[in-house]
């Protein structure tokens, strides 16, 4: 069974940073792309980015880049969201994903997803 759990999430100030981690288990495929998602409430959900097992990475919201970075770290099976200069319109449930086959921005081409992670901010 594949599970990821997300942790990280909290309340802080604006322009305060945030960590998050997913933790990948039960994964058995060669080829895997992990994606950041997010959703306010009475909003749709957007993605923010994704990373292949590799390190190459892309951004789906260009507002994000340059204040939030994606990384893997596949020895830890570990997806992470390092997020900086954080805003009170970054406040929404922050969500992992994961796909075998090639990267994508559109939630419904994930397999795999995480129960999701609280952020918070605050003005």
């Known amino acids: 069974e594949v599970t990821l759990v997300e942790s990280g999430g909290g309340s802080v100030l604006a322009g305060g940073s945030l960590s998050l981690s997913c933790l990948i288990s039960g994964y058995a495929y060669r080829s895997a792309y992990m994606a950041w998602f997010r959703q306010a409430p009475g909003k749709e959900r957007e993605a923010v980015a994704y990373?292949?097992?590799?390190?190459?990475?892309?951004y789906c919201t260009d507002s994000l880049k340059g204040r939030f970075t994606i990384s893997h770290d596949t020895a830890k099976n570990t997806t992470y969201l390092q997020m900086n200069s954080l805003k009170p319109e970054d406040t929404a449930m922050y969500y992992c994903a994961i796909r075998p086959y090639g990267g994508t921005c559109r939630a419904d081409g994930y397999y795999y997803w995480g129960r999701g992670t609280q952020v918070t901010v605050s003005s």
């Open positions: 990373v292949n097992i590799d390190g190459g990475s892309t």
